[in-house]
C-alpha cells in the first residue's frame, strides 16, 4: 500500500507527474480540483454548493475539501493506495490526515514564482470549444486561433500578472505551515519541476525508493 500527497504550486505540472504514478503503480489519483468540477458538471447537490461559493467570487472552504475527501477516501477503493492532490489545506488538516492514513510520503513540485508567471501567462482558452493552449508548449497554428474550432483564443480572466501574483501569495502563506509540518513528521521529496516531465517523475520515483 502506498499512500501520498502531492503538493505544488499551479504550473508546476502536478495533475501530469500524478497521473503518471497513478497509472503505473495503480493507486488512485484523488484529486479535490476534479472531483469539485466533475460535481459541477454533472449538477449534484455539491456541485450547485460549490457554484454558489464560485459566483459569490468565494473560494471553497476548508471544510468543505476535507469532507469531500474524507467521503472519497470512504469509497476504499484503493487496495494499493492513493496519491492526494488538493488536500491538506491548512495545517490542522494535515495533521489529522497524518495520524489517519499513515502517509507514507509527500511530494513537493518546486517551481519558482517568475517560472510559474511565465508559464500561467502563456495560456490561452479556445472562446468557442474551451480546448486549453499554451503559447510556450501547445501553440496553434495560426496566431490566436482554435486548431479545432476556428475560434478566437482568449486569457483566463485571472489569468493576468496582478492576480496571478496575489494567488501566489496566497499559495506561499497558505502551503508553508502544511509543508513546515510535513517536515517534521513525515518524508518530504522536494523535487525541481522546472525540468522535462520524465525528468521529474524519475526524481520523485527516486527521492519515493519507487521502481523506475
Ligand atoms: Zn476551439
Redesign the pocket.
Known sequence: MRKYVIMGVQGSGKGTQAKLLADDFDIVHISVGDILRWNVQHHTKLGAQVRRIMAAGELVGDDLVESVVQERLNVHDWNYGFLVDGFPRNARQAEFFLESYDIDGVILLELADEEVTRRVLARRL?S??G?DYNLLGHRPSTPDT?D??G?KLVQREDDNPEALASRLRDYHAKTKPIIELFERKEFVATVDANRPIGEVQRDIRDQLDLPA
Open positions: 479556445c468557442q470549444c480546448v482554435c479545432v474550432c475560434g
